[in-house]
């Protein structure tokens, strides 16, 4: 008996790999071309997943309709790696052995890319995440691209804002430690010299965390004259809310990676005040409405975020590169291409590298909570 | 509070505590969503959804192991399959983003011996309070909670005295849950979100709180709470934030080495 | 598809099971079984689905590091992930900063995570079950955050990039063909470790450990040190797999290596089988690989895995490939192809001629003065003193709760004791339990203590354990020497099971037996470790007056061949008939002493057994 139900099990896990070799083997009529997608749909960054895969679904149905890259239409092949580096890696492998991938959009974190980077490279596929913003990626891999901004860029905007607007002299910073926390402040640590600040205090927490109170206190305790938040938008608006209830009416400064919604849902009327620092004009700008609007008329919803936008832009430029050098088996051409990618005009602001290969845009958009919104800092003054 | 109710009387870890908490928390929303802003209708609600989905949890993945004789650790991993499974459940329901709550309380601060609370924190942790003197109070002099102290202590003589054993783990289960996502709705209403993933870190942390108090006692699991909080909170302050984690792991350990049964937990000599 | 080839491997194995054990084929069958299933993934020709058997591959060995710990020594270990992860930062780092080769880099992680697994395990192992597991979670948990927080050695969050791929002797090992070579080596490498582990003596006295720790240390086995020994092994052999995962990655990051893998490879373990090498590759398998699988149902991907991995567990409890033993068989056949040439009296003969020669040569072997055992402040045992004659049955009897058993015990070092006890002269007092037995003091329980996963040879073997005549390394590397010893083992065994008509059920599982034969089987396992002294307690109880009768004869058998035997019984007709001597015992101190005629005609005896009342004493206990 027992032998017949490991028989039965044998048997029901060779049909469910013969099935899915099935899958794999039968989606692929000759002319169609496909882009990979490795982004985090599930776990706790599902929201950032759901972004890359809408933008990037929204920008191959344009382009789709419009006849395609080179002529071939275009397949989104979007694999979840629940923002785990290893899964990334799994992803990145299957990419890699699929016939037909030209390119790869995502994942996003800088440890998730690290992991996949090595397979993709070793398969002639450009990476391109549309989230993670450590320079390094880049210049040390040959096929990988980055589209938001370096940390090394906007790790500028929060000491030069303490400085010229607030007047301040000591900060103190809390990060997440996860990959891009430490980065970001690492960064920020260097240069606060150049802008005459002094960190009293530096700490972390552990993504998933919910009491920061004795950690406030313990920062509030050196008299910071402004915090810097390098966190993800629950523990930014946790944080921010604590530190109101705690009676404390610090300024407060947080990434663009609070610009969200929630963060104004969680941290209610004491996120009032709070200052960030958006790359990409506010939802109170012209062209910013003027684009919702055109994104909610052609794909049929309103919701048009940061990842977003980047996701469209890098598929959208993968055309542009591909369309450039004519082929699909010229990966260095294309990569040269795209390194060297100058004006092009994404759909809100327009794209240029810099000579590392690296998005030049040094433009930023002061914001603040304003009324329960997050408004520029300029208009709402 | 709820884990220890479960391994005191079962034995068993259960896995499935972190994502009940979390549903818990996504069951409230809904409710409040619905019915409008009233929290004790939320936490009825609550407490009868997932009170259910605990019996459920106990009737597919643990019972049959139990009746198939399986070592009770097994169940650690069943109950893992089933968190697994309600978190993914989670996801498809609600989406895998973070969800803010409404406010449910008058945003009012009071200043005791120097140290400014919310209205909201003296609500949520008198609520708290209530629940674990209640549950505490019921295991001790409440006729199944007399049932359920016979089944800890010896489930074959329980039956054999005529108590209905499968149902007072039924039940164990069921209040279990409901506890567990009283402390989801609490926590949602009192830091203001729900998230799926806010499930695994308070399941392993509540696993260790009843160690560290003791297992099978309530009031140890409290405790056990308590002081994990104290550790992670006064570690962080006089040493380092950044290795708090490694502060309250440790201290786990110590406590462990020099009290194997937790700090009210009584330990058990075999007999030779 | 590497749970396929795990099944075929288990298919291949199955059907060498039903064949003769002897077969001179089996081993070129299992190499080609094994070959062949190893090569699917090869044969599908992608390299999506070789990554993923790479991947397969080191967590098969990650599993396999459990098997030893928990599957085979019962030690609840949630802290695999710590030491794969101390293996893989341990190999990158000394491979990238020395520029070393990966064999160094797999050495080193081999040795770090062993040599941290000794220094964790002797204190945390002194806690058992959950609270070893709570333990061993934290553990993890605090590898994981230092790993994270340690940005100048690990790179924290960041992770450790650019980590070489391995070379060796001028192979290039970066594509995943080669590396999945690699990989499977290393899996045949430490799955045949597991293998011998569990067949040799070394995995018979774990697994008697699992079982039953009283009785396993009572055959001689040193509980502390086997189960930090085990526990380092397990960390060594997760370190591999770290090392393994680091090189093939190229990429680490401390979110690899947290409490939730360490429950996967718990989850892995149990879906295979517990203890099961076969069982660990599938659980591996089905684990970790089923959930990449499943990316034809994106959305209720992760939903569908959970309520996959449910029903494994909730339909197979043991594990799919649980109740499958490898070791026994082994070992039983072992045992039952040696022929009964006397082995075990000669090496009785030999042990008890060599009685030290600064032994007094006056005939008593075991002297016991002024014992006193407390339980909380009450004297179970109280002052009590008595000696044992060389070649002679001592009688202990005495009324319910007299203190007998304790009496045992403390012999036996089981419960601490004050007083003196003297073995051949020399002081055993303070004396671990495990040397006690190796000194030569045997015992049986009273409430039988059988390994409930062995069969009566497995069980005989344990008892063996202290004659092992070379280091226990030497039985898991089957060098010459301890394999002839070895096998003069099983010989002995052999022999023993004659002795006591066990033959016929070597096989069977002991526990499965008929409650008389049982008893046999513990006093067989009790003659196993060669005593100079066998303890008995209670041996008749629960028997049938024709049993008891030919326990009788075995005792005195086993006093004609010269063993000193203590008989702690209840059932007076049977203490009448063979004990030398009686010493009744009542409230922990001595009553009476004497010629069993003596002690029927003794007034005060008579009266603590029946109160007031005058009758025949013959009658009492039962």
């Excluded at chain 1, 090394?152 to 607007?165: D, N």
């Excluded at chain 2, 209205?119 to 209640?134: D, P």
Aim: with cysteine; hydrophobic share 50%.
């Amino acid at each position: 008996m027992r032998s017949s139900t490991g028989k039965i099990i044998a048997m029901a896990l060779i049909a469910v790999f013969a099935f899915s070799l099935v899958l794999s083997g039968c989606a692929k009529p000759k002319e169609e071309v496909i882009l990979g997608l490795i982004a985090p749909l599930t776990g706790s960054k599902a929201d950032q997943g759901r972004q890359f895969k809408e933008g990037a679904e929204a920008a191959v149905k344009v382009i789709n309709e419009e006849g395609g890259i080179l002529g071939h239409p275009v397949r989104l092949e979007i694999i979840d790696d629940e923002g785990r580096p290893e899964n990334a890696a799994n992803a990145a492998s299957r990419l890699a052995a699929m016939d037909g991938v030209i390119a790869v959009v995502g994942p996003s974190s800088t440890a998730s890319v690290s992991a996949a980077a090595p397979i993709l490279q070793d398969a002639g596929l450009i990476l391109w995440s549309p989230a993670a913003s450590t320079g390094s990626l880049v210049t040390e891999n040959q096929l990988v691209y980055i589209i938001a901004n370096p940390i090394s860029v906007y790790a500028k905007y929060m000491p030069a804002y303490a400085q010229e607007t607030l007047g301040a002299t000591k900060v103190a910073i809390i990060n997440v430690s996860d990959d891009w926390g430490r980065n970001v402040t690492n960064a920020q640590l260097e240069i606060l010299d150049d802008y005459g600040l002094e960190a009293v205090e530096v700490t972390s927490y552990t993504q998933g965390d919910r009491e920061f109170r004795s950690q406030i206190t313990a920062m509030m305790a050196e008299n910071p004259d402004v915090l810097f938040l390098n966190c993800h938008y629950t523990e930014g608006a946790l944080i921010t809310k604590q530190t109101r209830d705690l009676g404390y009416d610090v300024p407060i400064l947080v990434q663009a990676t609070c610009v969200y919604p929630q963060f104004l849902e969680i941290a209610g009327e004491q996120g009032e005040g709070v200052v960030s620092f958006d790359s990409y004009p506010p939802s109170d700008s012209a062209i910013r409405q003027e684009k919702t609007a055109w994104w909610k008329e052609t794909f049929g919803y309103a919701d048009f975020e940061t990842y977003h936008i980047n996701s469209y832009d890098i598929v959208m430029m993968y055309k542009y590169a591909f369309e450039e050098v004519g082929n699909f088996d010229d990966v260095e051409a294309v990569a040269e291409v795209i390194g060297n990618i100058s004006g092009f005009q994404g759909i809100l602001v327009e794209r240029t590298h810099d000579e590392n290969r690296l998005p030049a845009s040094d433009v930023f958009y002061p914001i603040v909570v304003r009324d329960g919104a997050w408004v520029s800092l300029e208009t709402g003054q | 509070m709820g884990f220890s109710l479960v391994f005191s009387v079962l034995r068993i870890i259960n896995f499935s505590y972190g994502s009940i908490f979390m549903l818990g928390a996504f069951v409230g929303l809904t409710v409040l969503g619905l019915v409008g802003k009233s929290f004790l209708a939320a936490f009825l609600a609550v407490v009868v959804v997932l009170g259910f989905v605990g019996v459920l949890v106990e009737r597919l993945v643990v019972r049959p192991l139990r009746e198939k004789g399986a070592p009770p650790f097994l169940a650690l991993v069943s109950t893992l399959g089933a968190s697994i499974f309600l978190q993914a459940a989670a996801e498809v329901i609600w989406g895998a983003e973070v969800r803010g709550y409404p406010i449910l309380f008058p945003q009012q601060f009071y200043t005791v011996a120097g140290a400014r609370i919310s209205f909201t924190e003296v609500v949520t942790l008198l609520f708290a309070i209530g629940l674990m003197v209640g549950l505490q109070a019921y295991v001790k002099w409440g006729k199944m909670g007399k049932a359920m102290r016979a089944v800890a202590q010896d489930t074959q003589a329980a039956a054999l005295m005529g108590v209905n054993v499968n149902q007072v783990i039924t039940f164990v289960f069921a209040v279990g849950s409901a506890m567990g996502a009283a402390g989801g709705l609490l926590t949602g209403t009192y830091y203001g979100y729900a998230q799926p993933a806010m499930g695994f870190m308070v399941g392993l942390k509540g696993f260790i709180a009843a160690i560290v108090g003791g297992m099978g006692s309530v009031a140890g699991a409290g405790l056990g709470g308590f002081l994990i909080g104290m550790t992670e909170a006064l570690g962080g302050a006089y040493i380092s934030f950044d290795y708090k984690e490694v502060i309250l792991f440790s201290v786990l350990l110590l406590v462990l080495l020099i009290r194997p049964s937790g700090i009210l937990g009584h330990s058990i000599r075999e007999k030779v | 598809m590497a749970a396929a080839s795990g099944m075929n491997v288990v298919g291949a194995l199955k059907s060498l099971k039903s064949r003769s054990v002897n077969s001179r084929f089996w081993p070129l069958l299992v190499v080609l079984g094994v070959g062949l299933a190893l090569s699917f993934p090869l044969l599908l020709g992608s390299r999506y689905y070789v990554h993923l058997a790479v991947i397969w591959a080191i967590y098969a060995i990650l599993t396999l590091s459990l098997t030893v710990v928990t599957g085979t020594a019962g030690l609840l270990s949630f802290g695999q992930a710590g030491f794969f992860g101390i293996g893989a930062y341990a190999s990158a780092l000394v491979v990238r900063h020395f520029d070393v080769n990966f064999i160094v880099g797999a050495l080193v992680a081999l040795l770090v995570s062993f040599a941290i697994g000794l220094v964790i395990g002797a204190p945390v192992l002194r806690l058992q079950g959950l609270y070893l597991g709570i333990a061993t979670l934290g553990f993890g948990e605090v590898v994981h955050y230092i790993i994270r927080n340690w940005e100048g050695l690990t790179g924290g969050p960041l992770g450790l990039t650019k980590i070489p791929k391995p070379v060796l002797l001028g192979l290039h090992f970066d594509n995943v063909y080669m590396y999945y070579g690699l990989a499977v080596a290393f899996l045949l490498l430490m799955a045949w470790m597991c293998y011998r582990l569990q067949v040799s003596q070394f995995g018979l006295a774990l697994a008697a450990m699992r079982d039953d720790p009283v009785a396993a240390e009572l055959s001689g086995v040193n509980l502390a040190a086997y189960r930090v020994l085990a526990f380092a092994i397990g960390a060594g052999m997760a370190g591999v797999a770290g090392s393994l995962f680091a090189h093939f990655m190229t990429y680490l990051n401390p979110e690899n290596f947290t409490s939730l893998q360490s429950t996967m490879v718990i989850t892995m373990h149990m879906v295979g089988g517990r203890g099961n090498i076969v069982g660990s590759l599938l659980g591996a398998a089905i684990v970790h690989i089923s959930p990449e699988l499943l990316h034809a149902v994106p959305t209720v991907r992760v939903l569908t895995y959970g309520a996959l991995l449910t029903a494994v567990v909730v339909l197979f409890p043991n594990g799919i490939l649980g109740r499958w033993r490898l070791g026994g068989q082994v070992l039983a056949g072992l045992v039952l192809k040696g022929h009964s040439a006397g082995l075990w009296r000669k090496a009785m003969a030999r042990r008890l001629e060599a009685t030290p020669a600064e032994a007094p040569k006056a005939d008593t072997i075991l002297r016991v003065e002024d014992l006193r055992v407390t339980f909380g402040g009450l004297a179970a045992v109280d002052g009590l003193s008595f000696d044992l004659r060389r070649g002679e049955i001592l009688g202990i009897i005495g009324p319910n709760g007299s203190g007998k058993t304790t009496v045992l015990n403390a012999l036996t070092g089981v419960v601490p004791s004050t007083g003196r006890i003297y073995f051949d002269g020399n002081e055993i007092s303070r004396r671990a339990t495990h040397l006690r037995t190796r000194d030569g003091l045997s015992r049986t329980f009273q409430t039988l203590r059988l390994f409930p996963t062995m069969n009566v040879a497995e069980a005989v073997l344990v008892g063996e354990h202290g004659t092992m005549e070379r280091p226990t390394w030497e039985y898991v590397a089957r060098l010459g020497p301890a394999k002839r010893d070895e096998i003069t083992m099983g010989h002995r065994a052999h022999e023993l099971l004659d002795l006591l008509e066990l033959t016929d059920v070597a096989q069977r599982r002991a526990k499965e037996l008929p409650y008389g034969l049982q008893r046999r089987v513990e006093i067989a396992r009790a003659l196993a470790a060669n005593p100079k002294i066998l303890l008995l307690d209670e041996p008749a109880a629960g028997l049938s007056t024709e049993e008891g009768e030919e326990l009788c004869d075995v005792i005195r058998t086993v006093r004609d061949l010269g063993i000193s035997v203590i008989l702690i019984e209840h059932r007076m007709n049977v203490v009448m008939s063979v004990a030398d001597r009686i010493v009744v015992i009542n409230y922990g101190r001595k009553l009476a002493e004497g010629l069993p005629a003596e002690i029927l005609r003794n007034e005060e005896v008579i009266e603590a057994y029946l109160g007031r009342r005058k009758g025949g004493v013959s009658h009492a206990g039962h």
